[in-house]
């Protein structure tokens, strides 16, 4: 029969009491501690987010109530969902980061009262992080970018973008990743880091060229009036409020080749609405032609314009 030693019995548990008292309290506490502070901190980054959107909505709902306001406040890109989508992005990754920043102090300290060496710990993960930092340089820098491209906002899901490699509109913005879905309807997937610049064609506002090919011995100054009053007209129409944001303008004279002259038409419009407006511009800019009277360039032999510029500068 095995007898119990009930003096070395007795030492452990004392040993355990006073350890729970000691060590095991302070743990404990840096558990506790590590959680309230996780917590306020979290609480105080949600707070943050809310006021900050909370105002831009109420700049957004107290802009100019006018046409122009209203023009100006859609054209700069100051929609609330889109700001509201940001907001939450950086919250999230604020969060995230607090989450990581917390509980990484919260275990060393646990480790250092239970009484492991942190020193060789800490070179070790030094020489451990250069080495992962050389072999993982690219989500390194990908997801930097990706942090510059939410807190610049230069772009967000809707946006039709150009990166170089693909043109098209975004469907989801992460810190590692940008996807894409072309006319053709290809879904991209462009790594952020790999992205040399950006070119946001739904951002503020867009420009609408009409090239406007006439007789070369027809008058400038009566055609341009007869395009100008045709135009103006459609500016003012309630259908086109919003997306033509200001009257066109007749630039002039933009070539003058064979036979053809052609007259160039400039309109800003918001930018998901750049086609429509060069194609309800054709058309209005063409009807008002035939009414007045005012010919076409002569046909060639091929069944083309003389030397003739089409819309967009194409032949």
Do not use: C
Not at 2 to 24: N, S
């Amino acid at each position: 029969m095995t007898r119990v030693d009930l003096t070395t019995t007795r030492l452990t548990a004392e040993r355990v009491q006073d350890w729970l008292l000691t060590d095991g309290l302070r743990i404990l506490l840096t558990v506790v501690l590590a959680i309230v502070v996780r917590w306020l901190l979290h609480r105080i980054i949600t707070r943050t987010v809310a006021t900050m959107t909370a105002r831009t909505s109420e700049r957004h709902d107290t802009t100019d109530a006018s046409r122009a306001g209203r023009i100006w406040a859609e054209a700069t890109g100051m929609a609330r969902a889109r700001h509201q989508q940001r907001m939450a992005t950086l919250g999230s990754l604020l969060r995230s980061t607090v989450t990581f920043v917390v509980a990484a102090i919260a275990v060393l300290t646990i480790m250092d009262l239970v009484g492991i060496p942190l020193a060789p710990l800490l070179a070790s993960a030094g020489v451990g992080g250069v080495a992962l930092g050389f072999g993982a340089q690219s989500l390194v820098k990908d997801f930097l970018s990706g942090v510059f491209m939410i807190l610049e906002d230069q772009y967000g899901v809707g946006d039709v973008i150009d990166t170089g490699e693909a043109v098209g509109t975004v469907e989801e913005v992460s810190l590692r990743v940008t996807r894409l879905r072309d006319a053709d309807g290809v879904t991209w997937y462009v790594r952020n880091g790999e992205v040399i610049r950006i070119g946001n064609l739904s951002q503020h506002r867009a420009t609408a060229i009409v090239d406007v090919p006439v007789a070369y011995d027809e008058d400038v100054t009566r055609v341009s009036a007869v395009i100008r009053e045709a135009t103006e007209a459609m500016a003012t129409e309630e259908d086109w409020e919003g997306r033509v944001l200001e009257p066109p303008t007749v630039a002039g004279v933009e070539s003058i080749l064979g036979q053809t002259m052609t007259i160039r038409v400039l309109a800003q419009t918001s930018p998901g609405d750049k086609v429509d407006v060069q194609r309800a511009l054709r058309q209005r800019i063409k009807s008002a032609l035939d009414a007045a009277g005012v010919k076409a360039p002569p046909m060639g032999p091929f069944g083309a314009f003389g030397g003739s510029v089409g819309p967009g500068g194409r032949p």
